[in-house]
């Protein structure tokens, strides 16, 4: 298995303009979840899928944040719009069921927004 | 939500002294603790976790101790070598839900 794919790996966008990061999981994994770190906030839980759904998503900083998972191999991080201070690295993780289980991470999207 | 109280912030030691990191957490119904290596541009990798169930798990030089109780767990790293530089997090999961990680501890082994 390739692991946790995440696209792009760098994104370097201008205020204002929409951002959509993508994340492909292991497959056979029936839990995805998105995390931002900053050197600030550290490893922050966006959001968490189980089977396709979204579970909790009281991370997602604003309403400008949204997220998708319309399969079982797909999902999407969307900002729009985008500001400075969304900079951060995005990380995409999947598990292979609900509960407690080992997360494996994608390689992360690097975003800057100017 | 779970709260998980991660120390130090930084760590340095000499190459082969032992490290401990240590963390807290605050839901009592928490039931697994990994622990993940970040390395410089690179994404977190699991090094080594526990169950509720057990109070100490050893492979090789990592060691991780859990006290229930106290809902303290604690990272141990003997004969440290400069390639374990890197940031450490722990996490808990919270109500079998979601993880929710420290905020990391940087350590730098000194050759």
């Known amino acids: 298995d390739a692991g946790v794919i995440q696209s792009p790996r760098h994104e370097v966008t201008e205020m204002g303009q929409e951002v959509t990061l993508r994340c492909k999981p292991i497959s056979g994994h029936n839990s995805l979840f998105w995390y931002r770190q900053t050197m600030m906030r550290g490893l922050e839980l966006l959001i968490y899928f189980n089977n396709n759904v979204p579970i909790d998503d009281s991370g997602m900083p604003e309403d400008r944040f949204s997220a998708k998972m319309p399969n079982a191999s797909f999902s999407t991080l969307k900002i729009q719009p985008s500001e400075p201070r969304d900079s951060a690295v995005y990380f995409c993780a999947s598990s292979l069921r609900s509960g407690a289980n080992v997360l494996t991470f994608g390689a992360g999207s690097r975003l800057t927004v100017l | 939500g779970e709260n998980v109280e991660q120390h130090p912030s930084t760590l340095s030691v000499q190459e082969g002294d032992s490290a401990v990191i240590k963390c807290t957490y605050s839901d009592s119904a928490s039931n697994y603790f990994p622990w993940y290596k970040q390395e410089l541009g690179k994404r977190p990798q699991l090094i080594i976790d526990?169950?509720?169930?057990?109070g100490e798990k050893k492979d090789q030089r990592i060691a991780v101790t859990l006290n229930k109780t106290a809902k303290h767990f604690s990272l141990h790293i003997t004969e440290t070598q400069p390639e374990d530089s890197a940031v450490y997090f722990c996490?808990?999961?919270?109500?079998?839900?979601?993880?929710?990680f420290g905020a990391g501890t940087r350590l730098t082994v000194k050759p």
């Open positions: 526990i169950r509720s169930n057990v």
């Open positions: 996490a808990a999961w919270y109500n079998n839900n979601d993880m929710r």
